[in-house]
């Protein structure tokens, strides 16, 4: 009879569980069709880092609708929405709101024809190619459900919209700005990113290292000019550059262990104007990505040697040695600290029955890292990918009909309601478990 109640109990809450997870899909397949007109304004109507005024407005008007205390303008641009519902942990979940100097080419009937300056003084065409979009719809859909279902949890709900994700440094501004000493700090700290290599609808995970650290470095390597004919009067540092760069490539394939993830890759080598003259200087752009810290300090320090190095092989005076940047600040590698991730995994997994998989991390980069690294000790964090391709391409794709744009293409559009849907419940979901009342 013991063992015939322990099945009857067992089935009662798979049973309890299956019928939560109706109810909150049901509420997300209500919210939807708002949420995909959100999504359709935003993708219209994106902005630069640091300059989605517009879009924080829009969206911190809304969330005040919704019974949030909300501040904005945090780290420029960024808004903080804040709901204290008694005593419990502190769960932020954050998206980040900025747009890229693409000019879209998706076709789509509400695709962005904004144009803005960028950075760097340039006029260009701005898309949401990377998703942003979407996320932000996905916040302010699991915002809504978690704001009518506060007798359902007890804590501190703390949503953020951060600004200038794309360059690496609204995190930090953020932060900077105050972020976990103004308002309330979090224990936990949840982020999703549309995924253009997953279906839709498709959650992948990472456990531990997620996504990896970002250097950029700059490197001008002085010469001595002259005419080409006569290179014997000259130091010529296209030469030298180009022997840094082939030397830069046994950072990763002879001095580190075979089994860290590393790369090291010239993006821009520029020297010279004319066919007959050996300019008096080169520069190399230079991406390092690493997990790491340890790596990561390896890899610069090798690149600063390698460059010193072959300038002396090359007989330059120490008044011409190569002079080498590190841009700062510099994007740190995101990390899934373990037992967060497997209690959410272990959550989703059921919900969405065969879609929710451990993946391997990625060498891009993500600064949701910066909220982890501002306070590791007491901060547990965990970013998901949702897919983002529509079933029918992916199929094509597998066959080898297709080739599917990536993230940051003009052509990526996501199967946005799918992914919204997806992320709106899982994100929902997890923070009701983090904080539901006994």
Same mark, same amino acid.
């Given at each position: 009879?013991? %063992?015939?109640?322990?099945?009857?109990?067992?089935? $009662?809450?798979?049973?309890?569980?299956?019928?939560?997870?109706?109810?909150?899909?049901?509420?997300?397949?209500?919210?939807?069709?708002?949420?995909?007109?959100?999504?359709?304004?935003?993708?219209?109507?994106?902005?630069?880092?640091?300059?989605? #005024?517009?879009?924080?407005?829009? &969206?911190?008007?809304?969330?005040?609708?919704?019974?949030?205390?909300?501040?904005?303008?945090?780290?420029?641009?960024?808004?903080?929405?804040?709901?204290?519902?008694?005593?419990? +942990?502190?769960?932020?979940?954050?998206?980040?709101?900025?747009?890229?100097?693409? *000019?879209?080419?998706? /076709?789509?009937?509400?695709?962005?024809?904004?144009?803005? @300056?960028?950075?760097?003084?340039?006029?260009?065409?701005?898309?949401?190619?990377?998703?942003?979009?979407?996320?932000?719809?996905?916040?302010? /859909?699991?915002?809504?459900? &978690?704001?009518?279902?506060?007798?359902?949890?007890?804590?501190?709900?703390?949503?953020?919209?951060?600004?200038?994700?794309?360059?690496?440094?609204?995190?930090?501004?953020?932060?900077?700005?105050?972020?976990?000493? %103004?308002?309330?700090?979090?224990?936990?700290?949840?982020?999703?990113?549309?995924?253009?290599?997953?279906?839709?609808?498709?959650?992948?995970?990472?456990?531990?290292?997620?996504?990896?650290?970002?250097?950029?470095?700059?490197?001008?390597?002085?010469?001595?000019?002259?005419? /080409?004919?006569?290179?014997?009067?000259?130091?010529?540092?296209?030469?030298?550059?180009?022997?840094?760069?082939?030397?830069?490539?046994?950072?990763?394939?002879?001095?580190?262990?075979?089994?860290?993830? $590393?790369? @090291?890759? #010239?993006?821009?080598?520029?020297?010279?104007?004319?066919?007959?003259?050996?300019?008096?200087?080169?520069?190399?752009? *230079?991406? @390092?990505?690493?997990?790491?810290?340890?790596?990561?300090?390896?890899?610069?320090?090798?690149?600063?040697?390698?460059? %010193?190095?072959?300038?002396?092989?090359?007989?330059?005076?120490?008044?011409?040695?190569?002079?080498?940047?590190?841009?700062? +600040?510099?994007?740190?590698?995101?990390?899934?600290?373990?037992?967060?991730?497997?209690?959410?995994?272990?959550?989703?997994? +059921?919900?969405?029955?065969?879609?929710?998989?451990?993946?391997?991390?990625?060498?891009?980069?993500?600064?949701?890292?910066?909220?982890?690294? $501002?306070?590791?000790?007491?901060?547990?964090?965990?970013?998901?990918?949702?897919?983002? @391709?529509?079933?029918?391409?992916?199929?094509?794709?597998?066959?080898?009909?297709?080739?599917?744009?990536?993230?940051?293409?003009?052509?990526?559009?996501?199967?946005?309601?799918?992914?919204?849907?997806?992320?709106?419940?899982?994100?929902?979901?997890?923070?009701?478990?983090?904080?539901?009342?006994?």
């Amino acid at each position: 009879m013991k %063992r015939a109640w322990v099945l009857i109990g067992a089935s $009662a809450l798979v049973l309890a569980s299956q019928a939560q997870a109706d109810e909150l899909r049901d509420a997300v397949a209500a919210d939807l069709p708002a949420l995909v007109e959100l999504y359709q304004d935003l993708h219209a109507n994106p902005e630069l880092s640091f300059q989605e #005024v517009e879009t924080a407005k829009k &969206l911190a008007a809304r969330a005040r609708a919704l019974g949030f205390e909300v501040t904005e303008g945090v780290g420029k641009t960024g808004v903080v929405a804040v709901m204290r519902n008694g005593a419990g +942990p502190t769960v932020m979940l954050r998206a980040d709101m900025d747009g890229l100097p693409v *000019i879209e080419q998706t /076709g789509l009937p509400y695709a962005s024809k904004r144009r803005a @300056v960028a950075q760097n003084g340039t006029e260009t065409g701005v898309m949401h190619a990377c998703g942003h979009d979407t996320h932000m719809a996905a916040w302010i /859909g699991t915002a809504q459900l &978690l704001s009518e279902r506060r007798d359902k949890w007890s804590g501190t709900l703390v949503m953020i919209l951060q600004p200038a994700e794309e360059i690496g440094e609204g995190a930090k501004a953020m932060l900077d700005d105050g972020l976990y000493s %103004r308002f309330p700090k979090p224990d936990f700290v949840l982020a999703f990113h549309d995924a253009a290599q997953f279906p839709a609808g498709h959650i992948g995970y990472a456990n531990g290292f997620a996504l990896a650290n970002v250097d950029s470095v700059d490197i001008v390597v002085p010469g001595v000019g002259g005419h /080409g004919a006569y290179p014997h009067t000259t130091k010529d540092p296209v030469v030298l550059a180009s022997a840094i760069v082939m030397r830069l490539q046994t950072l990763v394939s002879r001095e580190l262990n075979p089994t860290d993830s $590393a790369v @090291v890759t #010239v993006g821009s080598f520029q020297a010279g104007s004319k066919h007959n003259i050996i300019p008096d200087e080169a520069r190399l752009q *230079i991406t @390092v990505r690493s997990y790491s810290d340890e790596t990561r300090q390896k890899l610069l320090d090798g690149i600063a040697r390698i460059a %010193r190095g072959e300038a002396i092989a090359a007989g330059m005076p120490d008044d011409k040695l190569p002079r080498v940047t590190v841009a700062d +600040p510099y994007v740190p590698a995101t990390y899934n600290t373990s037992a967060l991730t497997e209690r959410v995994a272990a959550l989703l997994k +059921p919900r969405f029955e065969g879609k929710v998989s451990e993946v391997p991390a990625v060498m891009g980069g993500e600064d949701f890292s910066q909220f982890y690294r $501002a306070d590791r000790e007491n901060v547990e964090s965990l970013i998901l990918w949702v897919g983002g @391709v529509r079933q029918s391409e992916w199929e094509k794709a597998q066959k080898g009909e297709i080739t599917l744009p990536s993230l940051h293409s003009p052509f990526w559009a996501p199967d946005a309601p799918v992914v919204i849907a997806t992320a709106t419940e899982a994100l929902t979901a997890a923070t009701l478990d983090l904080m539901g009342k006994p």
